[in-house]
T-cell receptor, first 111, second 110 residues
Framework: NAGVTQTPKFQVLKTGQSMTLQCAQD?????MSWYRQDPGMGLRLIHY???????DQGEVPNGYNVSRSTTEDFPLRLLSAAPSQTSVYFC??????????FGQGTRLTVV | DAKTTQPNSMESNEEEPVHLPCNHS???????IHWYRQLPSQGPEYVIH???SNVNNRMASLAIAEDRKSSTLILHRATLRDAAVYYC???????????FGTGTRLQVTL
């Protein structure tokens, strides 16, 4: 049972490049979400999904897109990376109303 | 989402109990009190949650005030591996979103 798997662990992008952060879970959880964590701060919700085909915006959605075509996968797309998107990104999954499980994070630097 | 207030940092000696407080004066009747912790360079991990009654599990205990306006996470014997940022979060019963504050950074010393 792998839990929540995020790839890559580290990434450096140039301003304007695009990329996709991958998140997969093998616990058949309905709910998945993406957070970003800036230095010295708590996590902020970017986008979330309550099931396949359903996504919604969180607190800081601008500059990010998501889709949920399967229960297992919830990729996060950066369309045109900006230095302000330098952060650590965490994916989480849970059954509704139950505790959340987090991935190990993706450390992204935009130069 | 209702707001929580926690001290920025706390210190403890190893093998001693630690009481981490959290104030949530605007809590509603359907809000569950959740605690997560984040070890250095890792994602958050679930610790414990409760609604009205005190709760115990293998990691910690959660003491909830009778008026539910505050709660305390209790680590019975702190170890160096418990050094982390501890987040107190209110989660509405039907929702799965977590709203993180800045948490309490716990330092454990020998």
């Amino acid at each position: 049972n792998a839990g929540v798997t995020q790839t890559p662990k580290f990434q450096v992008l140039k301003t304007g490049q695009s990329m996709t952060l991958q998140c997969a879970q093998d616990m058949n959880h309905e709910y998945m979400s993406w957070y970003r964590q800036d230095p010295g701060m708590g996590l902020r919700l970017i986008h979330y999904s309550v099931g396949a085909g359903i996504t919604d915006q969180g607190e800081v959605p601008n500059g990010y897109n998501v889709s949920r075509s399967t229960t297992e996968d919830f990729p996060l797309r950066l369309l045109s990376a900006a230095p302000s998107q330098t952060s650590v990104y965490f994916c989480a999954s849970s059954s509704l109303r139950r505790e959340a499980f987090f991935g190990q994070g993706t450390r992204l630097t935009v130069v | 989402d209702a707001k929580t207030t926690q001290p920025n940092s706390m210190e403890s000696n190893e093998e001693e109990p630690v009481h981490l407080p959290c104030n949530h004066s605007t809590i509603s009747g359907t809000d569950y009190i959740h605690w997560y912790r984040q070890l250095p360079s890792q994602g958050p991990e679930y610790v414990i949650h409760g609604l009205t009654s005190n709760v115990n599990n293998r990691m910690a205990s959660l003491a909830i005030a009778e008026d539910r306006k505050s709660s305390t996470l209790i680590l019975h014997r702190a170890t160096l591996r418990d050094a982390a940022v501890y987040y107190c979060i209110l989660r509405t019963g039907t929702a799965s979103k977590l709203t993180f504050g800045t948490g309490t950074r716990l330092q454990v010393t020998l």
